[in-house]
């Protein structure tokens, strides 16, 4: 099956200063990261807040500017492309459509403006596509006169959607798109997203602390830890036979599905991940339950099983 989007040896490095005195210390947030997802699927990527999801996510995006490494979608480099061009092939879905959605504007602007942005569209086009596209996530036409205020959590996540489908892109990179809702109104956004990516043959990046979410939407699933994909494999073959120890050790657990609340105790202890102070040999020996010497100094090498399996263990 042809790469939607091949991501190569993408890193991305913060320089922080942590006082006046202090020297500067590195942050390496996502560590050569290394995938491609097949066009029409759905890449769920798990880890502990702090892992590094979100970077990867706003890399890709064009966001921040990556350390190095490549992004390509549809074989085109995006990083060489212009922000229009960009945005006509990758649109993000973010946790908080309150935040996301301008207060001041009605919904049929704030779903417009990435059509106006483009400068190519008519007025009469724009109309167009942003009445299908809401009615697509279905919200009605009254809804788009609404302000982001008088709507529900759930159709202002509808509304966030349709904003970024209105563009008609190849990739939607949603990061943890349903945490910030009601339990009652996730499967209903989940569901419209899986039907969205039916019908329009699109590809989602999935990210989400959520593994029951995760493990429903996604086709395949990569592991994150200190910047880097552990393991990934096919959803069923993850959940069911995890090789790695950190993915087991979060199988076992339930994340907490808030971000920022903090790493939570997922019974590895209190050696927590570090990404400005990443430990030598493998990055989790500090935490590993089933650790031998040879992981203290050695760094596995990713491990490939076809067809996209990959695990990074020495144990494995
Ligand atoms: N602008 C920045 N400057 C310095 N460090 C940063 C910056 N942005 C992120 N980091 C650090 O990079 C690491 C990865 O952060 P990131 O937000 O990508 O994690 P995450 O897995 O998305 O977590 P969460 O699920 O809590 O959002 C963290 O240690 C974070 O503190």
New binding site residues.
């Given amino acids: 099956m042809t790469a939607a989007i091949e991501v190569e040896n993408l890193r991305c490095e913060?320089r922080?200063h942590t006082g006046l005195m202090s020297a500067e210390k590195r942050?390496v947030?996502v560590d050569d990261v290394t995938f491609s997802v097949p066009a029409g699927s759905v890449l769920g990527i798990v880890?502990e807040?702090?892992?590094?999801?979100?970077?990867l996510a706003r890399l890709i995006l064009g966001l921040l500017k990556p350390t190095g490494g490549s992004v390509l979608v549809d074989g085109k480099r995006l990083f060489d492309l212009d922000r229009k061009a960009r945005a006509r092939l990758i649109q993000p879905v973010f946790q908080d459509p309150f935040a996301s959605l301008n207060p001041r504007r009605r919904i049929k602007d704030i779903v417009a403006l990435p059509l106006t942005a483009q400068g190519t569209f008519s007025r009469a086009e724009v109309e167009r596509r942003v009445g299908g596209i809401l009615e697509r996530v279905g919200l009605s036409a009254a809804m788009g006169e609404r302000m982001p205020a008088q709507l529900s959590g759930g159709q202002r996540q509808r509304a966030a959607i349709a904003r970024a489908l209105v563009l008609e892109p190849r990739i939607v990179i949603c990061d943890e798109p349903t945490s910030a809702l009601d339990v009652s109104v996730q499967a209903q956004i989940l569901n419209l997203l899986a039907e969205l990516r039916r019908d329009l043959g699109l590809t989602y990046l999935f990210i989400s602390?959520n593994l029951a979410v995760v493990e429903h939407v996604a086709s395949e699933v990569a592991v994150m830890y200190l910047g880097r994909f552990v393991e990934r494999n096919e959803t069923d073959a993850l959940f069911r036979s995890p090789r790695h120890p950190y993915t087991k050790a979060l199988l076992e657990s339930v994340l907490t599905p808030e971000?920022?609340k903090g790493v939570p105790d997922i019974g590895l202890g209190d050696a927590m991940p570090d990404?400005s102070n990443i430990p030598p040999g493998c990055r989790f020996n500090p935490r590993c339950r089933i650790a031998v010497e040879r992981c203290r100094h050695e760094p596995p090498k990713p491990m490939v099983r076809a067809p996209q399996g990959m695990v990074e263990c020495h144990l494995a």
């Fill in positions: 913060f922080v942050v947030a880890g807040s702090g892992c590094g999801k979100s970077t602390h971000p920022g990404p």
